[in-house]
Structure formats: structure tokens, C-alpha cells
């Protein structure tokens, strides 16, 4: 009676992902493939059977526990992201498992019904079997560690791809089985020291890169008439702005883009430089400016977006704001930024701004809320990046609420972060770069899901992001202007690096030769940007062009419905 209640527990999970299945043969069709997925199917759902029926507590709860967690992995990242879970995907998650009670905070639900489902496999796996058949010894425990293997080396010669439709507890494991492997074998020798040859000094006294979190595009006034007003789309005194209107980011994911954005990745070769050129802090030190890191999101000295102690040595001064509430955490930032633009130093300046990341249901405070109706305030105070969205089930009226609550948060973060830049800060001798890590799936046409960003299938406002220049009038550094026509809606963050190193005094044609062109020439960006970032064992990055023809915007409808004045 064991075996049966087991078997059953194990075929009603097994079948609770028949639609993934059934997606996956239909994908197939009729051919040679089918077959070969059908043998892999059968020996994985075999080997899960002998795993069940390992005779020693001791061992056969542990592969329970193993199968258990996988799977849940598997289905709440499904679930949240109505998407695969693809390697590259997995290894981005990897490197985001600092937060992992955050996201708990953010999907609880979901993940909770991951739990609860999963509770028939790990029954199913952990109860004490039934008589079973006669079996060779050690076969019940050693037949799962063996489908994996397969599993995994049929992943490893497909690069990461091979386990669409197949029972959803192996995959993450074979996944964590390649990113060991690589992890491993892939050493990185030590960071090279500065070669680039230089013409001159620095163009500027300051030079200051802004990478806000999570602003679209498309949803400032700097590129749609109903955008959020910014404050950047207005005439300065005193002041030169060049709006480069819609950029395309590096990737879809932040800590993607930024440590790219810090150590000048091009599309072709940005693992290599990623790994072994030197970074940004150290070109701007061998250029003889001092460095600063206003880090606007995390406190107690935690890193994030893939810098590490080695990097932070390079730093002068890191600056984060434990003290502060998130809500003021961007303008604690704007402050710390004035006092440096006064200080009469040379200086490198890096922010990362705490923006919209979700939850945004309170990143802007009370007297901001000029889109009505929005999401329910007052939970989610000191939660930076995540936090759970109660009652938010991703439904049309759902998402009404969060864009609404996302445009406030964006007059408060951006609009008058501006405002009190260009009121406060002295701007005459710096060079500011304004942009986004990457943009917002706002689910404008109804597509399933309920998250906004690091998709493996993402829409094309992932990629879309905000490029600005400001500078004082009477500098003289490079020709924004000249090419600005060209370049406007055609330019990346892939440009921001080499533009920051000619600022820095770096010899243009020398910067080229590495790192690509800068702002000042026509850029002739392939406007894309990167959607599997991760890319392993000889798999290609794959780049998602971004048609501005099909871009959504807010509508002027949709904006007289929900602004109130």
C-alpha cells in the first residue's frame, strides 16, 4: 500500500506540469528529436522512482530534500517570471542569492505554491517504501546521481540547453552542476594595470556617472510627451544638457550592466574585459582623480552588481546611507553629491540610485502622489529592492495601480532629484552622464507574469533606458552636439565607457581600438542589448534589437484618467 500512495503522490506531481510537457512535444513535432526527449524523459522519471525507493532513511530523505528544493526553484521562477528557466537565468539568480529573504518578501505567495505542490514529490521521494522488486544494490540511490550526470553532460554539449520539458527537480540541479564545473576550471589571473596611453588631463574638474535602477525610458517626458516630467527636459542656467533620448541598455538585469558599465565590456569581447582590464576606478586614479561610490541601496558596507573587495580597494570613498530611510536614500545621495561638487577636488563620482526597483509602493513620499489610484502604502517603508505586493496578482487592474504608483516614484526619485541638483549642486566644472541600469516590463500589453526585468524572453522596454549629458556652459570637453542628431535614439551604455575615458584624459583612437566609440563621434550602435548575458561553455550572448516602432508609451488617455492635478 506504501508503493502505491507513493507512486500516486509521485505521478500527481509529475503530472501537475502536463501543459510544460505538452508545450515541449509540440515544439518538437514529429522527428528524431521527440524520441531522443521521450528516452531522456523515461530514464529521468525511472531514476526518480528507484529514488524513492531507497531502503535507508538516512540517505533516501536527503535525495527527497534535494529533489524537493529544486523543484520548487524551478516552479516559483516559472511562475513569477512566466518564463524558463534558462542557464543563463540560473547563474544570474546565483550571483543574486544575497537576497533571497528579500525576494521570499516580494513572491511569498508563489513560492508558497511552489512549496505546497511540491510537498507530493518530497512525500512522494521521502515516505518509507513498499515492497519493491528485487533490485541490484545500490542501484536506487546510485540511479538518480546518474541521470543527472546525463542530464548534465547533455547540458554541457548543448550549452546549457537540453532540459526544456523534462521533469522540473533536475534541471537546476544540473545547471548548479555546470556553474561548479565552471566555477572551478575558469581562473582569472590578476587585473591588469593601466596601459592606455593619454593626451591630456582631465576635460573636467568632476565627473559624475548616475546609473539610476529600474527608470525606463519611455516613461519620462525626456522621450514621450506624457512622460513623468524630469526636470532634464528643460533649459538649465548656467548649464548644457544634451538629451540622447532613448539608449539601449547593456542587459535586462542590473548587476549585468553595471559592473559592465565599471569595467567597459564591449558586446564582443565583455567577459574577457570584464575579467581582466582595469576598471573605471583605476583608469580614473592613474589619470590623478580621486574616487568616489555613493551606493544608495545597500548599507552596512554589503557589495552588490558583482564588485568585490579587490574592486573596492580602487575606491577613495564609499559612501552608503545606513541610517537613512529608503525613502530619502536618493536624496541623501543628491546631498553627498553637492558637498563633493564643492569640495574643489578632482574627483570620479559613481552612484548607484536607489530609482524604482519594486516594490514602489512607497519610494516617493505622500506629497508625490500625483497618480491616482495607486498601490497601498505604508508596508513596504525599509524595503529596498523587494518586498511582497499583497493581494497583487499581476492582473490588467493590478497593473494599473503599480504603474501608477511607479510614475510618482519617478517624480520623486528623478524629477526632483534633478530639481535639487540644478537648484543646489555647482555643476560649472563637472561632467554628469544620467542613465538607467536597465528599463521596466510594465505588462502595457497585458502579457503574463508579474515581474518587470531580468527575463530570458524579455519585451523590448527591458533594454530601453534614459542617456543625458549635463555640463557646465562654459566647459569646453568633448562635441556633444556635433553628432547628437546621429546618435540621439541610436546610442547604448556600451558608448558610456569610453566616453568617460576621454574625459579622463585618455587618447580617443587608443580608447577606440579597445572599448569602442564614445558619444562624441557617431556612435553606430546596433541599439540591442543583451539577453543572455551569462553566456557558458560556448554558448553565444544573445542580443534583442529594440524597434522603437514598437516601444509602448503612456498614452494621453490613460494620463488625464490617472494624474490628478
Known amino acids: 500500500m506504501r508503493g502505491i500512495i507513493k507512486g500516486v503522490l509521485l505521478v500527481s506531481y509529475l503530472a501537475s506540469f502536463y501543459g510544460y510537457y505538452l508545450e515541449r512535444v509540440q515544439a518538437l513535432g514529429v522527428s528524431t528529436a521527440i524520441v531522443l526527449y521521450a528516452g531522456m524523459f523515461a530514464v529521468l522519471v525511472l531514476a526518480l522512482w528507484l529514488a524513492a525507493n531507497i531502503r535507508q532513511g538516512g540517505l533516501r530523505w536527503p535525495v527527497a530534500l534535494v529533489f524537493f528544493a529544486s523543484a520548487v526553484f524551478f516552479d516559483a521562477y516559472t511562475q513569477i517570471t512566466a518564463d524558463y528557466l534558462t542557464y543563463s537565468a540560473f547563474v544570474s539568480m546565483v550571483y543574486s542569492g544575497g537576497f533571497i529573504g528579500e525576494a521570499f518578501d516580494q513572491y511569498h505567495r508563489v ?332 505588462h502595457e500589453r497585458g502579457n503574463p507574469g508579474l515581474n518587470t526585468h531580468c527575463d530570458s524572453d524579455p519585451v523590448e522596454e527591458e533594454g530601453l533606458v534614459p542617456l543625458v549629458v549635463i555640463q557646465g556652459a562654459g566647459l569646453k570637453t568633448l562635441d556633444w552636439q556635433g553628432p547628437l542628431a546621429a546618435n540621439k535614439d541610436r546610442s547604448s551604455h556600451y558608448n558610456i565607457f569610453p566616453t568617460l575615458l576621454q574625459l579622463l584624459g585618455y587618447e580617443p583612437a587608443a580608447v577606440q581600438a579597445i572599448y569602442g566609440r564614445a558619444l562624441d563621434v557617431p556612435t553606430e550602435d546596433p541599439f540591442s542589448f543583451n539577453t543572455r548575458f551569462n553566456a557558458r561553455l560556448g554558448a553565444k550572448p544573445l542580443f534583442k534589437h529594440i524597434d522603437l516602432s514598437e516601444v509602448v508609451t503612456p498614452s494621453a488617455d490613460a494620463q488625464a484618467v490617472s494624474r490628478t492635478e
Not at 506624457?226 to 532613448?246: E, I, R, W
Not at 541598455?249 to 548587476?255: Q, R, T
Not at 589619470?287 to 573596492?312: F, H, P, W
Open 111 to 442: 513560492i508558497l505554491a511552489a512549496l505546497a505542490k511540491a510537498l507530493l514529490l518530497l512525500l512522494g521521494l521521502g515516505l518509507k517504501p513498499g515492497a519493491a522488486p528485487r533490485l541490484p544494490r545500490g542501484l536506487p540511490w546510485a540511479a538518480p546521481l546518474l541521470a543527472l550526470a546525463l542530464l548534465t553532460g547533455v547540458l554541457f554539449v548543448r550549452a546549457g540547453e537540453g532540459a526544456r520539458g523534462l521533469p522540473v527537480m533536475y534541471t537546476p540541479l544540473a545547471y548548479l552542476n555546470l556553474f561548479t564545473y565552471e566555477t572551478l576550471r575558469n581562473s582569472v589571473g590578476p587585473r591588469e594595470p593601466v596601459t592606455l596611453a593619454r593626451r591630456g588631463p582631465a576635460l573636467a574638474q568632476d565627473i559624475v556617472l548616475i546609473i539610476d535602477e529600474s527608470v525606463s525610458g519611455n516613461y519620462l517626458d525626456l522621450n514621450t510627451p506624457n512622460g513623468v516630467h524630469s526636470n532634464l527636459n528643460q533649459a538649465q542656467p548656467g548649464l548644457a544638457l544634451f538629451n540622447f533620448g532613448y539608449a539601449a541598455s547593456i542587459a535586462n538585469c542590473s548587476a549585468d550592466t553595471n559592473v559592465t558599465l565599471r569595467f567597459g565590456g564591449t558586446r564582443e569581447d565583455y567577459l574577457r574585459i570584464n575579467s581582466t582590464l582595469p576598471s573605471i576606478w583605476q583608469y580614473a586614479k592613474a589619470a590623478g582623480l580621486g574616487t568616489v561610490y555613493i551606493d544608495a541601496q545597500r548599507t552596512a558596507g554589503n557589495l552588490q552588481n558583482l564588485m568585490n573587495e579587490s574592486e573596492k580597494r580602487d575606491i577613495d570613498q564609499f559612501v552608503q546611507f545606513d541610517a537613512t530611510p529608503v525613502v530619502e536614500r536618493d536624496m541623501a545621495a543628491l546631498s553627498t553629491l553637492v558637498a563633493l561638487l564643492a569640495d574643489g577636488k578632482p574627483q570620479l563620482i559613481v552612484i548607484n540610485k536607489v530609482g524604482v526597483h519594486f516594490p514602489v509602493h512607497d519610494k516617493y513620499p505622500d506629497g508625490f502622489m500625483a497618480y491616482r489610484p495607486a498601490l497601498p502604502r505604508g508596508q513596504y517603508t525599509e524595503v529596498t529592492d523587494t518586498g511582497q505586493r499583497e493581494g497583487f496578482g499581476g492582473q490588467p487592474d493590478d497593473w494599473v495601480l503599480y504603474r501608477n504608483s511607479y510614475k510618482n516614484s519617478l517624480l520623486w526619485n528623478v524629477g526632483e532629484f534633478f530639481k535639487r541638483l540644478f537648484a543646489q549642486g555647482d555643476l560649472s566644472q563637472a561632467v554628469v552622464i544620467y542613465t538607467s541600469d536597465h528599463g521596466q516590463d510594465l
